[in-house]
Nanobody
Framework: QVQLVESGGGSVQTGGFLRLSCGAF???????MGWLRQAPGKEREGVAT???????RYADSVKGRFTISRDNTKNTLLLQMNSLKPEDTAVYYC??????????????????WGQGTQVTVSS
């Protein structure tokens, strides 16, 4: 079973940047991996996914600003977030699933999640 641990959250001003990391323990290379987020009072939403072949997908709200990457040799998933906006404020979760197909809709059928890391963007 894969276990995930996020780090790198924090507080920044509008236009700033953060890089989130997710350390994976287990055979993470065999999964689609991604980032999801949930803001207070809102539904969980997918942010970005990266499949085993390196193909990536992004939510429209973050395209051109966020970049997802993975290093299978180090069992690490990254999310580089640039040009941050207040609406990016949320708890960000790393997830792993057998398919990327539903992750951008906020669904993770495997139930493999990290504990979350808070990102706060102030105006």
């Amino acid at each position: 079973q894969v276990q995930l641990v996020e780090s790198g959250g924090g507080s920044v001003q509008t236009g700033g940047f953060l890089r989130l990391s997710c350390g994976a323990f287990g055979h993470a290379y065999s999964y689609c991996m991604g980032w999801l987020r949930q803001a207070p009072g809102k539904e969980r939403e997918g942010v970005a996914t990266i499949d085993r072949d390196g193909s990536t997908r992004y939510a429209d709200s973050v395209k051109g600003r966020f970049t997802i990457s993975r290093d299978n040799t180090k069992n690490t998933l990254l999310l580089q977030m640039n040009s941050l906006k207040p609406e990016d404020t949320a708890v960000y979760y790393c997830a792993a699933d057998t398919t990327c197909g539903t992750m951008l809709r906020g669904l993770v059928s495997s139930g493999i999640w990290g504990q979350g890391t808070q990102v706060t963007v102030s105006s």
